[in-house]
DNA sequence: TTATATACTAACTAAAAGGATAGTATGTAG
DNA sequence: CTACATACTATCCTTTTAGTTAGTATATAA
């Protein structure tokens, strides 16, 4: 048989394969790294990505949670109130992060 | 003025965000993987990347010349021979690519 | 009673990415 | 003269992803 790497229900071939799936969508990293420094509420959120609009914006926190990378904590409260926070699972994908900001940097210009 | 990041006329507001651009798309991972070993010929390249077509084959090899990230070789002979081969520029994307091996790793299943 | 704040959801459109299939160019071997 | 090998290119189609705009629920404050 051959080997396959799963992460809810999706299944890869190739590792490098599960975790661009998993960290990929235009709006992850940059979520990721604001929830690094501590958890966040979905409006806090909304103002440190002013350009995502609140359905990408729902849709990556989700698939996110999904994947188990961050968790929704809601308040039984009026108006709503939620808040984001990386779990250690994804703690652990910051050294992919950080290479990846490492190489991007390389092309700085003035 | 605003820092911003440069890979062949393209912008990026963030250096992940241009790591991303560059190294994304759902073949060129393994292309680069295997273009670490060796240079290869795009027969070759496709006999190692079985599910991926000529156009799109085609277009990502393309993508990664144009970000510096392979070079390609025309043999001025028929039938055609065409090598692809990583740059040094190419070669400094494996951590990356080791990390986000890594990380997919220990979703291993059976 | 009305407005407010917050975190969404729905319906739709647009753009990007990827895939399927077929065809092209051409020196050389037979 | 014909077939062959190789590395593509051209069309068209499907899927995926992102974006736009508008709306919902409801305890509380005024």
Redesign the interface.
Known sequence: ?M?????NDKS?A???????NTI?GKWK??IL?NLMDGKKRYGELQKLLPNVTDRVLTKQLRELETDGIVTRKVYPVVPPKVEYSITDRGR??K???D????????????
């Open positions: 048989m080997e396959s790497f799963k992460i890869f190739c590792p490098v394969d599960l975790t661009l990929m990293p940059v790294n652990t994908i050294p992919i992060l290479a990846m900001c490492d190489w991007g940097s390389k092309f700085k210009v003035d």
